[in-house]
């Protein structure tokens, strides 16, 4: 079993910047990947960044230039940092965890993001 847990979400003004962090416990060896998702309201939600065990990453087009993920190995936790950010990047924010050998994927509670003046 893996769990994920997300924090740092908060209200920033356009242009400015936050860092989400997703802590993972349990199995943490055995995770895949892991992505950063989100979901406004009333829309679906999207992959916005992926990571690979292997070192990848793989951004979805509305934020390449703008988001970056990464992973301290030593503290189990995955960043996401979050520039220029936009209006619509309002959004709850969800870490996910892929469990290939599982066919499992685990999912965080959210943490919401809020971009307005």
């Known amino acids: 079993q893996v769990q994920v847990l997300e924090s740092g979400g908060g209200l920033v003004q356009p242009g400015g910047s936050l860092r989400l962090s997703c802590a993972a416990s349990?199995?943490?060896?055995?995770?895949?990947?892991m992505g950063w998702y989100r979901q406004a309201p009333a829309k679906a939600r999207e992959l916005v960044a992926k990571?690979?065990?292997?070192?990848?990453?793989h951004y979805a087009d509305f934020v390449k230039g703008r988001f970056t993920i990464s992973r301290d190995s030593a503290k189990n936790t995955w960043y996401l940092q979050m520039n220029s950010l936009k209006p619509e990047d309002t959004a709850v924010y969800y870490c996910?965890?892929?469990?290939?050998?599982?066919?499992?994927?685990?999912w965080g509670q959210g943490t919401q993001v809020t971009v307005s003046s």
């Open positions: 349990g199995t943490v060896f055995a995770i895949d990947n």
């Open positions: 990571a690979t065990s292997g070192g990848s990453t």
């Open positions: 996910h965890a892929e469990v290939d050998q599982w066919r499992a994927g685990y």
